[in-house]
Protein backbone atom coordinates (compact mmCIF):
# COMPACT_ATOMS: atom_id res chain seq x y z
CA UNK A 1 0.00 0.00 0.00
CA UNK A 2 2.83 2.40 1.19
CA UNK A 3 4.74 1.70 -1.42
CA UNK A 4 1.91 1.56 -4.20
CA UNK A 5 1.89 5.48 -3.57
CA UNK A 6 5.31 6.03 -3.75
CA UNK A 7 5.29 3.48 -6.77
CA UNK A 8 2.54 5.92 -8.38
CA UNK A 9 4.13 9.36 -7.44
CA UNK A 10 7.02 8.34 -8.68
CA UNK A 11 5.21 7.61 -11.98
CA UNK A 12 4.03 10.60 -12.48
CA UNK A 13 7.01 12.43 -11.60
CA UNK A 14 8.40 10.46 -14.44
CA UNK A 15 6.26 12.48 -16.81
CA UNK A 16 6.57 15.83 -15.45
CA UNK A 17 9.11 17.78 -18.06
CA UNK A 18 11.57 20.67 -17.55
CA UNK A 19 10.07 24.15 -19.30
CA UNK A 20 13.43 24.71 -20.43
CA UNK A 21 14.22 21.71 -22.05
CA UNK A 22 10.59 20.03 -22.96
CA UNK A 23 12.00 17.03 -23.80
CA UNK A 24 13.32 16.29 -20.45
CA UNK A 25 11.68 15.08 -17.40
CA UNK A 26 12.89 16.35 -14.29
CA UNK A 27 13.91 12.78 -13.13
CA UNK A 28 16.65 12.39 -16.32
CA UNK A 29 17.62 15.71 -15.12
CA UNK A 30 18.41 14.02 -11.87
CA UNK A 31 16.26 16.91 -10.02
CA UNK A 32 14.13 14.43 -8.20
CA UNK A 33 16.36 13.70 -4.66
CA UNK A 34 14.04 10.55 -3.71
CA UNK A 35 10.20 10.44 -2.52
CA UNK A 36 9.09 8.81 0.61
CA UNK A 37 6.43 9.07 3.41
CA UNK A 38 6.53 10.98 6.37
CA UNK A 39 4.78 9.58 10.11
CA UNK A 40 1.87 11.63 9.20
CA UNK A 41 1.91 9.74 5.90
CA UNK A 42 2.31 12.40 3.50
CA UNK A 43 4.46 11.74 0.29
CA UNK A 44 7.59 14.15 0.58
CA UNK A 45 9.39 14.58 -2.48
CA UNK A 46 12.58 16.32 -2.16
CA UNK A 47 13.24 18.49 -5.21
CA UNK A 48 16.99 20.21 -6.04
CA UNK A 49 17.04 23.39 -7.53
CA UNK A 50 19.48 23.31 -10.55
CA UNK A 51 21.13 26.82 -10.02
CA UNK A 52 19.98 28.70 -6.89
CA UNK A 53 18.18 31.44 -9.00
CA UNK A 54 16.87 28.74 -11.52
CA UNK A 55 13.70 30.81 -12.31
CA UNK A 56 11.92 27.04 -13.65
CA UNK A 57 12.43 25.51 -10.11
CA UNK A 58 8.97 27.15 -9.07
CA UNK A 59 6.92 26.72 -12.23
CA UNK A 60 8.54 22.92 -11.59
CA UNK A 61 6.69 22.62 -8.35
CA UNK A 62 3.67 23.97 -10.02
CA UNK A 63 3.64 21.54 -12.40
CA UNK A 64 4.30 18.67 -9.85
CA UNK A 65 1.32 19.86 -7.49
CA UNK A 66 -0.94 19.86 -10.38
CA UNK A 67 -0.23 16.38 -12.19
CA UNK A 68 -0.33 15.28 -8.39
CA UNK A 69 -3.12 16.86 -7.08
CA UNK A 70 -6.00 14.72 -8.70
CA UNK A 71 -4.54 11.43 -7.72
CA UNK A 72 -2.38 11.22 -4.62
CA UNK A 73 -3.26 14.60 -2.57
CA UNK A 74 -1.56 14.30 0.16
CA UNK A 75 2.15 15.36 -0.58
CA UNK A 76 4.59 17.98 0.47
CA UNK A 77 7.79 18.83 -1.79
CA UNK A 78 10.61 19.65 0.44
CA UNK A 79 13.40 21.88 -1.65
CA UNK A 80 16.84 20.25 -0.58
CA UNK A 81 19.99 21.73 -1.66
CA UNK A 82 22.73 19.35 -0.05
CA UNK A 83 24.30 17.71 -2.10
CA UNK A 84 24.43 19.86 -4.52
CA UNK A 85 23.47 19.21 -8.02
CA UNK A 86 25.86 18.09 -10.99
CA UNK A 87 25.59 17.54 -14.66
CA UNK A 88 26.87 14.52 -13.32
CA UNK A 89 23.21 12.91 -12.44
CA UNK A 90 21.89 13.95 -16.38
CA UNK A 91 21.86 10.26 -17.44
CA UNK A 92 23.60 9.26 -21.08
CA UNK A 93 20.39 8.67 -22.65
CA UNK A 94 19.13 12.55 -22.04
CA UNK A 95 22.25 13.70 -23.32
CA UNK A 96 22.01 12.03 -26.34
CA UNK A 97 18.06 13.66 -25.98
CA UNK A 98 19.99 16.96 -25.94
CA UNK A 99 22.33 16.54 -28.90
CA UNK A 100 18.98 15.57 -30.98
CA UNK A 101 17.30 18.85 -29.74
CA UNK A 102 20.06 21.01 -30.63
CA UNK A 103 21.92 21.60 -27.29
CA UNK A 104 25.62 20.28 -27.33
CA UNK A 105 25.62 18.26 -23.86
CA UNK A 106 28.20 18.49 -20.46
CA UNK A 107 30.92 17.28 -21.60
CA UNK A 108 33.15 14.95 -18.97
CA UNK A 109 32.19 15.74 -15.46
CA UNK A 110 32.27 18.79 -13.35
CA UNK A 111 35.17 17.77 -11.40
CA UNK A 112 37.27 18.98 -14.20
CA UNK A 113 37.12 22.36 -14.34
CA UNK A 114 38.59 23.23 -17.59
CA UNK A 115 36.53 26.51 -18.52
CA UNK A 116 37.51 28.02 -15.38
CA UNK A 117 41.14 27.55 -15.78
CA UNK A 118 40.23 29.57 -18.77
CA UNK A 119 40.62 26.57 -21.42
CA UNK A 120 37.67 25.46 -22.78
CA UNK A 121 37.56 22.00 -23.95
CA UNK A 122 36.14 20.75 -27.17
CA UNK A 123 32.48 20.96 -27.77
CA UNK A 124 31.05 19.56 -30.95
CA UNK A 125 28.35 21.19 -32.90
CA UNK A 126 25.44 19.06 -32.31
CA UNK A 127 24.49 19.89 -36.10
CA UNK A 128 27.34 18.90 -38.15
CA UNK A 129 29.30 17.39 -35.29
CA UNK A 130 32.33 19.55 -36.04
CA UNK A 131 34.95 19.62 -33.28
CA UNK A 132 35.96 23.10 -34.94
CA UNK A 133 33.22 25.25 -32.86
CA UNK A 134 33.86 28.20 -30.61
CA UNK A 135 32.91 29.80 -27.08
CA UNK A 136 30.90 32.93 -27.75
CA UNK A 137 29.75 33.63 -24.63
CA UNK A 138 29.59 31.70 -20.98
CA UNK A 139 26.19 32.97 -20.18
CA UNK A 140 23.71 31.88 -22.91
CA UNK A 141 19.89 31.40 -22.58
CA UNK A 142 19.66 30.63 -19.48
CA UNK A 143 22.16 30.22 -16.37
CA UNK A 144 23.19 26.62 -17.11
CA UNK A 145 23.99 26.87 -20.84
CA UNK A 146 26.96 28.90 -22.43
CA UNK A 147 26.58 30.37 -26.12
CA UNK A 148 29.09 28.71 -29.09
CA UNK A 149 29.14 28.67 -32.65
CA UNK A 150 29.94 25.99 -35.39
CA UNK A 151 32.83 26.80 -37.23
CA UNK A 152 32.35 24.31 -39.88
CA UNK A 153 28.49 25.00 -40.74
CA UNK A 154 27.98 28.22 -38.81
CA UNK A 155 25.46 27.14 -36.60
CA UNK A 156 24.99 29.03 -33.54
CA UNK A 157 24.55 26.78 -30.66
CA UNK A 158 23.53 26.40 -26.96
CA UNK A 159 25.80 24.18 -24.73
CA UNK A 160 24.94 22.93 -21.24
CA UNK A 161 28.27 23.50 -19.12
CA UNK A 162 29.66 21.28 -16.91
CA UNK A 163 28.69 22.22 -13.61
CA UNK B 1 26.24 27.49 16.98
CA UNK B 2 26.98 31.48 17.69
CA UNK B 3 23.65 33.71 18.46
CA UNK B 4 24.34 36.18 16.48
CA UNK B 5 24.91 33.89 14.12
CA UNK B 6 21.42 35.33 11.88
CA UNK B 7 23.11 38.73 12.07
CA UNK B 8 26.03 36.87 10.12
CA UNK B 9 24.00 35.38 7.40
CA UNK B 10 22.32 38.41 6.73
CA UNK B 11 25.35 40.23 5.65
CA UNK B 12 25.99 37.12 3.18
CA UNK B 13 22.35 37.08 2.16
CA UNK B 14 22.28 41.28 1.60
CA UNK B 15 25.50 41.13 -0.57
CA UNK B 16 23.97 38.98 -2.76
CA UNK B 17 20.86 40.56 -2.76
CA UNK B 18 21.83 44.20 -3.27
CA UNK B 19 24.15 43.10 -6.18
CA UNK B 20 21.79 41.30 -7.51
CA UNK B 21 19.52 44.15 -7.63
CA UNK B 22 22.23 46.35 -9.59
CA UNK B 23 23.32 43.57 -11.71
CA UNK B 24 19.53 43.20 -12.67
CA UNK B 25 19.25 47.10 -13.88
CA UNK B 26 21.74 46.18 -17.13
CA UNK B 27 19.20 43.85 -18.06
CA UNK B 28 18.48 45.27 -22.07
CA UNK B 29 20.92 47.99 -21.39
CA UNK B 30 24.44 45.72 -21.74
CA UNK B 31 27.01 46.41 -24.31
CA UNK B 32 26.33 43.25 -26.71
CA UNK B 33 23.72 40.93 -26.63
CA UNK B 34 25.75 38.28 -24.97
CA UNK B 35 26.87 40.61 -22.09
CA UNK B 36 23.69 41.33 -21.32
CA UNK B 37 22.24 37.82 -20.89
CA UNK B 38 25.90 37.03 -18.77
CA UNK B 39 25.06 39.68 -16.44
CA UNK B 40 21.39 38.99 -15.86
CA UNK B 41 22.79 35.35 -15.49
CA UNK B 42 25.11 36.65 -12.55
CA UNK B 43 22.19 38.53 -11.32
CA UNK B 44 20.05 35.90 -10.92
CA UNK B 45 22.35 33.32 -9.72
CA UNK B 46 23.41 35.93 -6.85
CA UNK B 47 19.02 36.50 -6.56
CA UNK B 48 18.81 32.77 -6.37
CA UNK B 49 21.54 32.73 -3.72
CA UNK B 50 20.00 35.77 -1.72
CA UNK B 51 16.61 34.04 -1.08
CA UNK B 52 17.91 30.79 0.10
CA UNK B 53 20.10 32.66 2.76
CA UNK B 54 17.49 35.43 3.86
CA UNK B 55 15.25 32.38 4.33
CA UNK B 56 18.13 30.90 6.79
CA UNK B 57 18.49 34.02 8.65
CA UNK B 58 15.48 34.70 9.47
CA UNK B 59 15.21 30.77 10.24
CA UNK B 60 17.95 31.00 12.22
CA UNK B 61 16.78 34.98 14.03
CA UNK B 62 13.25 32.91 14.86
CA UNK B 63 11.07 35.86 15.01
CA UNK B 64 9.08 34.48 11.91
CA UNK B 65 10.37 36.78 9.34
CA UNK B 66 10.76 35.20 5.87
CA UNK B 67 12.87 36.00 3.02
CA UNK B 68 10.16 38.93 1.59
CA UNK B 69 9.93 40.19 5.10
CA UNK B 70 13.86 40.68 5.47
CA UNK B 71 14.12 41.66 1.60
CA UNK B 72 10.86 44.38 1.52
CA UNK B 73 10.26 45.35 5.02
CA UNK B 74 13.46 46.47 6.27
CA UNK B 75 15.16 50.04 5.72
CA UNK B 76 18.37 50.93 4.54
CA UNK B 77 20.08 50.93 7.98
CA UNK B 78 18.63 47.47 8.16
CA UNK B 79 20.44 46.33 5.39
CA UNK B 80 24.09 44.53 6.15
CA UNK B 81 26.12 44.57 2.56
CA UNK B 82 29.36 45.66 2.24
CA UNK B 83 29.18 49.17 0.38
CA UNK B 84 30.55 47.81 -2.56
CA UNK B 85 27.72 46.63 -4.12
CA UNK B 86 25.12 49.27 -3.62
CA UNK B 87 27.16 51.88 -5.55
CA UNK B 88 25.72 52.94 -9.16
CA UNK B 89 27.15 50.86 -11.94
CA UNK B 90 28.64 53.55 -13.74
CA UNK B 91 29.37 52.21 -17.36
CA UNK B 92 30.21 48.45 -18.41
CA UNK B 93 33.78 49.27 -16.88
CA UNK B 94 32.90 49.97 -13.11
CA UNK B 95 30.30 47.25 -13.19
CA UNK B 96 33.14 44.96 -14.24
CA UNK B 97 35.88 45.81 -12.48
CA UNK B 98 33.06 46.01 -9.06
CA UNK B 99 32.22 42.27 -9.92
CA UNK B 100 35.64 40.85 -10.06
CA UNK B 101 36.72 42.55 -6.72
CA UNK B 102 33.23 41.01 -5.13
CA UNK B 103 33.86 37.77 -6.78
CA UNK B 104 37.13 36.92 -5.71
CA UNK B 105 35.94 37.31 -2.27
CA UNK B 106 32.92 35.58 -2.54
CA UNK B 107 34.87 32.57 -4.31
CA UNK B 108 37.26 32.04 -0.86
CA UNK B 109 34.11 32.92 1.76
CA UNK B 110 31.96 30.32 0.19
CA UNK B 111 35.03 27.88 -0.05
CA UNK B 112 35.17 28.23 3.85
CA UNK B 113 31.76 28.23 4.44
CA UNK B 114 31.07 24.80 2.30
CA UNK B 115 33.88 23.06 4.14
CA UNK B 116 32.66 23.67 7.83
CA UNK B 117 30.69 21.25 9.78
CA UNK B 118 28.85 23.16 12.43
CA UNK B 119 26.20 24.47 10.36
CA UNK B 120 24.74 21.81 7.34
CA UNK B 121 22.64 23.47 5.76
CA UNK B 122 24.63 26.57 5.17
CA UNK B 123 26.92 24.41 4.12
CA UNK B 124 24.59 23.02 1.60
CA UNK B 125 23.69 26.62 0.01
CA UNK B 126 27.45 28.00 0.10
CA UNK B 127 28.50 24.49 -2.04
CA UNK B 128 25.81 25.29 -4.50
CA UNK B 129 26.50 28.63 -4.58
CA UNK B 130 30.34 28.22 -5.01
CA UNK B 131 29.71 26.82 -8.55
CA UNK B 132 27.81 29.72 -9.48
CA UNK B 133 30.36 32.29 -8.27
CA UNK B 134 33.76 30.53 -9.66
CA UNK B 135 31.96 31.30 -13.14
CA UNK B 136 31.25 34.38 -12.19
CA UNK B 137 34.65 35.26 -11.25
CA UNK B 138 36.22 33.31 -14.72
CA UNK B 139 34.16 35.75 -16.22
CA UNK B 140 34.77 39.17 -14.56
CA UNK B 141 38.66 38.31 -14.62
CA UNK B 142 38.43 37.39 -18.33
CA UNK B 143 36.49 40.96 -18.79
CA UNK B 144 38.96 42.90 -16.54
CA UNK B 145 41.81 41.59 -18.84
CA UNK B 146 40.22 42.26 -22.07
CA UNK B 147 39.43 45.55 -21.27
CA UNK B 148 42.56 46.64 -19.68
CA UNK B 149 44.95 44.86 -21.81
CA UNK B 150 42.85 46.61 -24.88
CA UNK B 151 43.05 49.95 -26.14
CA UNK B 152 44.45 53.01 -24.51
CA UNK B 153 41.06 53.93 -23.86
CA UNK B 154 39.22 51.10 -22.22
CA UNK B 155 42.79 50.87 -20.42
CA UNK B 156 42.68 54.54 -19.19
CA UNK B 157 39.25 53.66 -18.30
CA UNK B 158 39.18 50.37 -16.12
CA UNK B 159 42.11 52.20 -14.16
CA UNK B 160 40.08 54.58 -13.38
CA UNK B 161 37.25 52.40 -11.81
CA UNK B 162 39.81 50.23 -10.46
CA UNK B 163 40.74 53.64 -8.68
CA UNK B 164 37.25 54.65 -7.65
CA UNK B 165 36.57 51.30 -6.44
CA UNK B 166 39.19 50.41 -4.68
CA UNK B 167 38.84 52.25 -1.16
CA UNK B 168 35.85 50.25 -0.49
CA UNK B 169 37.42 46.85 -0.84
CA UNK B 170 38.93 46.92 2.61
CA UNK B 171 35.05 46.59 4.36
CA UNK B 172 35.20 43.25 3.40
CA UNK B 173 38.11 41.89 5.13
CA UNK B 174 36.93 44.20 8.42
CA UNK B 175 35.89 41.90 11.41
CA UNK B 176 33.35 43.06 14.20
CA UNK B 177 31.92 40.97 17.21
CA UNK B 178 29.41 39.54 15.13
CA UNK B 179 32.29 37.85 12.61
CA UNK B 180 34.69 37.06 16.02
CA UNK B 181 31.29 35.01 17.34
CA UNK B 182 30.98 33.12 14.08
CA UNK B 183 34.79 32.25 14.38
CA UNK B 184 34.83 30.91 17.66
CA UNK B 185 31.88 28.96 16.64
CA UNK B 186 33.55 27.28 14.02
CA UNK B 187 31.45 28.12 11.23
CA UNK B 188 33.84 30.98 9.21
CA UNK B 189 37.30 31.93 9.46
CA UNK B 190 37.85 35.38 10.41
CA UNK B 191 37.01 37.99 7.25
CA UNK B 192 41.00 39.20 7.62
CA UNK B 193 41.94 35.77 6.74
CA UNK B 194 40.94 36.08 3.36
CA UNK B 195 43.02 38.37 2.53
CA UNK B 196 46.27 37.54 1.51
CA UNK B 197 44.66 35.07 -0.81
CA UNK B 198 42.19 37.80 -2.00
CA UNK B 199 45.09 40.30 -2.80
CA UNK B 200 47.67 37.55 -4.60
CA UNK B 201 44.41 36.70 -6.89
CA UNK B 202 43.69 39.93 -7.54
CA UNK B 203 47.23 41.49 -8.39
CA UNK B 204 47.56 38.67 -10.60
CA UNK B 205 44.37 39.60 -12.66
CA UNK B 206 45.39 43.20 -12.76
CA UNK B 207 48.98 42.41 -13.59
CA UNK B 208 47.50 40.28 -16.68
CA UNK B 209 45.33 43.31 -17.41
CA UNK B 210 48.34 45.81 -17.48
CA UNK B 211 46.71 47.47 -14.47
CA UNK B 212 48.32 49.28 -11.62
CA UNK B 213 46.87 48.39 -8.33
CA UNK B 214 46.45 51.11 -6.22
CA UNK B 215 47.45 52.11 -3.11
CA UNK B 216 44.98 51.78 -0.34
CA UNK B 217 44.59 55.07 1.49
CA UNK B 218 40.90 55.87 2.24
CA UNK B 219 39.15 53.07 3.69
CA UNK B 220 35.33 53.30 3.33
CA UNK B 221 33.29 51.24 5.64
CA UNK B 222 29.51 51.46 7.48
CA UNK B 223 27.85 48.94 5.79
CA UNK B 224 27.97 46.03 8.13
CA UNK B 225 26.27 47.93 10.71
CA UNK B 226 24.00 49.94 8.36
CA UNK B 227 26.09 53.12 7.69
CA UNK B 228 25.36 53.00 3.97
CA UNK B 229 25.90 55.30 1.08
CA UNK B 230 22.31 57.42 -0.41
CA UNK B 231 23.08 55.50 -3.42
CA UNK B 232 21.47 52.04 -1.17
CA UNK B 233 17.95 54.17 -0.03
CA UNK B 234 17.42 55.02 -3.28
CA UNK B 235 17.87 51.28 -4.73
CA UNK B 236 15.58 50.15 -1.89
CA UNK B 237 12.93 52.58 -2.81
CA UNK B 238 12.67 50.65 -6.19
CA UNK B 239 12.99 47.38 -4.94
CA UNK B 240 10.84 47.73 -2.20
CA UNK B 241 7.93 50.20 -3.44
CA UNK B 242 5.32 47.59 -4.92
CA UNK B 243 5.22 45.02 -1.61
CA UNK B 244 5.28 48.07 0.30
CA UNK B 245 2.42 49.36 -1.55
CA UNK B 246 0.57 46.43 -1.55
CA UNK B 247 1.49 43.93 1.40
CA UNK B 248 1.68 40.17 -0.05
CA UNK B 249 0.95 41.12 -3.44
CA UNK B 250 1.78 38.57 -5.90
CA UNK B 251 1.66 38.06 -9.87
ZN1 LIG C 1 28.28 22.55 -37.16
Known amino acids: MV ?124 RCASEDTRLVSPFGSTACKAHYQCNACAEPFDHFKCF | ?94 TIVRQMLFDQFAVLRYEALASQTVDLELAAIAAKALKEVRYHAAHSAQWVVRLGDGTEESHRRVQESLNMLWPYTAELFEDDAVSKACNEAGVLPLNASFTARWTEQVRAILEEATLTCPESTALLTGGRSGRHTEHLSYMLAEMQVLQRTYPGAEW
Open chain 1, 3 to 126: SDRIAQVERILDGVMDPELPFLTITELGMIQGCDLDEDGTVVIRLTPTYSGCPATDAIQDDIKSALQPVEPRFRIDIVHAPAWTTDWISAEAREKMRLNGIAPPEGTSADKAFLLGKSHTVPCP
Open chain 2, 1 to 94: MADQEHEWILRLGDDALVLAQRLSEWCSHGPALEEDIALSNIALDLLGQARALLTLAGQREGLGRDEDALAYFRTDREFRNALLVELPNGDFGD
